[in-house]
């Protein structure tokens, strides 16, 4: 039993003996999140596969409890999570030999997708005046690490986490990871990067990911975020954010400005099986994490209409590093995108988007968008050390339509659809389009 287990099993066996007291129960909400998706992808050039298709149905069962009364408050959170196979095959799914599972679920060994797969998180929580402490399942979304949310079912950590708000206008947030469950797995495993991540023997992980930081108003407009993160014998990660919101006529303008400053550590410096992807004078392309990633979102919102543009520039001899296990997962950038995260080493992106929430004109509940993205710059080199592509590029068109029922006896139910496209010109690269369909509903339990 991992500590983080063993903190829970304690936790929990206090708490049998004081779930009567007020504040515990009163304070406990319960939640039913249905999410039936559909995913399609359509390999526009290449060998292998042209399409993979997956359906499932999935069940999302919250259990968020208060606090008992006292100096100090306990309590527990739960999160059940089912996802049903309603049509995949082997072929058609995704998987391969070295992946972790297909599209949407855990793959048989024969290469076809399980009928079913489920798991349950446990957190216990303290919480003293406005600091609360958090050991078990936990899904962080802070600019080092990102639960991500993007399939069937979520992402999952396993870990501790405290966070603290008792001094007024700043937010600090610590804690450390040890294992992350992914969206197509019922298992958790241990933590990794892109290049090191592989199912096969050459793949590499570690058990020890820390961050802390916090976020500080400068103003009521005016935000300022720092942030570290540190996954042992990968990489160390150092962020800097400034959010601000300015009125401007009769709308408001968003500046989101973001730096990472990311380098070795440990294994990574020296050990060719720890190395990330990149462009390096090296076998396979690999090499120790290097980089910087500069970037700005701009977006005014008026009546209505959100009008946005954006640029990053991925500085030094590696892909901008982020957790990455190889089975889906989410960077803080402005450029992570439907289908790539344009942070490749050298990478320059330029980006403009639009997006309308019909509320304005009678349809609440209605909103439509689309997203484009161009990189270029990008250099890479083959499996023997020598140039493959030099000064290449990626475009990606992202498009989202969403309706959510305001009334009646369907309120909530949600139905959206995403559609995006991405053509790019390296080698060995397969371009692809890509549709999903989602149905979700939420029903409140308690």
């Known amino acids: 039993m991992n500590k983080s287990n063993l903190a829970v099993a304690v936790a929990v066996g206090v708490l049998a003996q004081q779930a009567s007291a007020a504040g515990f129960i009163e304070d406990s909400k319960a939640t039913l999140g249905l999410r039936n998706f559909y995913i399609n992808t359509d390999y526009r050039d290449g060998t292998g596969p042209n399409k993979n298709e997956e359906w499932g149905q999935g069940f999302d069962l919250r259990f968020t409890s208060g606090y008992t009364q006292g100096t100090v408050g306990f309590g527990v959170d739960a999160i059940g999570l089912l996802g049903v196979r309603l049509d995949s095959g082997g072929g058609t799914n995704g998987a391969t030999a070295t992946s972790y599972g297909g599209t949407v679920f855990p793959s048989k060994s024969n290469g076809e997708a399980v009928d079913n797969f489920s798991s349950l998180g446990l957190t216990a929580k303290a919480k003293i005046s406005q600091t609360e402490l958090k050991l078990g399942t936990l899904q962080p979304k802070l600019p080092v690490i990102v639960t991500n949310d993007g399939r069937l079912l979520p992402q ?264 995006a496209s991405w053509r790019t010109d390296l080698p060995n690269t397969r371009s692809q389009d890509e549709n999903r369909l989602i149905v979700s509903y939420s029903i409140p339990l308690l």
């Open 156 to 419: 999952t950590w396993q870990g501790g986490q405290l966070s603290s708000s008792d001094i007024k206008d700043l937010t600090l947030i610590g804690g450390q990871i040890e294992q992350v469950k992914g969206r197509n797995s019922s298992n958790n495993e241990q933590l990794s990067i892109s290049g090191a991540n592989s199912r096969a023997s050459t793949g590499r992980d570690s058990n020890k990911f820390i961050y802390a930081g916090g976020d500080y108003k400068l103003t009521k407009d005016l935000t300022a975020q720092y942030y570290y993160g540190n996954l042992e014998e990968f990489y160390k990660q150092h962020f800097l954010g400034l959010v601000h919101n300015w009125a401007i006529g009769p709308g408001v303008l968003k500046s989101d400005l973001r730096y990472f400053n990311s380098s070795d550590d440990g294994a990574n410096g020296h050990d060719p099986l720890y190395f990330t992807t990149g462009n390096y004078n090296a076998p396979n392309g690999k090499g120790k994490v290097d980089n910087n990633l500069y970037s700005g979102l701009f977006l005014y919102s008026v009546a209505g209409h959100t009008f946005g543009g954006g640029y990053q520039v991925s500085n030094g001899s590696s892909d901008f590093p982020w957790l990455n296990q190889g089975d889906g997962s989410s960077a803080y950038i402005i450029t992570d995108s439907q289908i790539q995260k344009f942070a490749r080493a050298g990478e320059r992106t330029w980006q403009a988007r639009y997006s309308y929430d019909f509320a304005k004109v009678g349809v609440p509940g209605l909103t439509a968008g689309v997203v484009y993205l161009h990189g270029d710059d990008i250099d890479t080199v083959n499996s023997a050390g020598r140039e493959a592509a030099s000064g290449a590029s990626e475009w990606e068109r992202d498009l989202t339509v969403g309706y959510v029922v305001q009334s009646g006896a369907l309120k909530n139910l949600g139905v959206m659809w995403k559609n």
